[in-house]
């Protein structure tokens, strides 16, 4: 599996993921994976890093935040969905 490019900008946006997983910040959490997303590292090895970096508990509150946006009917991510329709 090839390795994606680890730039100070890319190794500053996985800090800033790792810090929202920590803080259970469901939007920056989206606004951390969109700017990585961009940068062309996939899904996959998104939770990959979060793995490595904060465990098997880390990942899972990854996926829980991810969920949580296309879920949560209150939040910012449903009304903006929404609004488009």
């Known amino acids: 599996m090839k390795e994606p ?3 100070l900008w ?3 946006l996985f ?3 790792y810090l929202a997983v920590e803080k259970k910040n469901a939007e920056a959490v989206r606004v ?13 090895e998104i939770l990959r890093y979060v793995r490595e970096d904060q465990g098997k508990a880390g990942e899972a509150a990854l996926r829980e935040l991810m969920r949580s ?3 949560d009917q209150r939040g910012i991510f449903f ?4 609004l488009l329709r």
């Open 5 to 7: 490019t680890r730039t």
């Open 10 to 12: 890319t190794k500053a």
């Open 15 to 17: 800090e800033g993921l």
């Open 32 to 44: 951390a994976l969109d700017d990585l997303k961009a940068k062309g590292i996939p899904a996959n």
């Open 69 to 71: 946006g296309d879920d």
């Open 79 to 82: 009304k903006l969905k929404n």
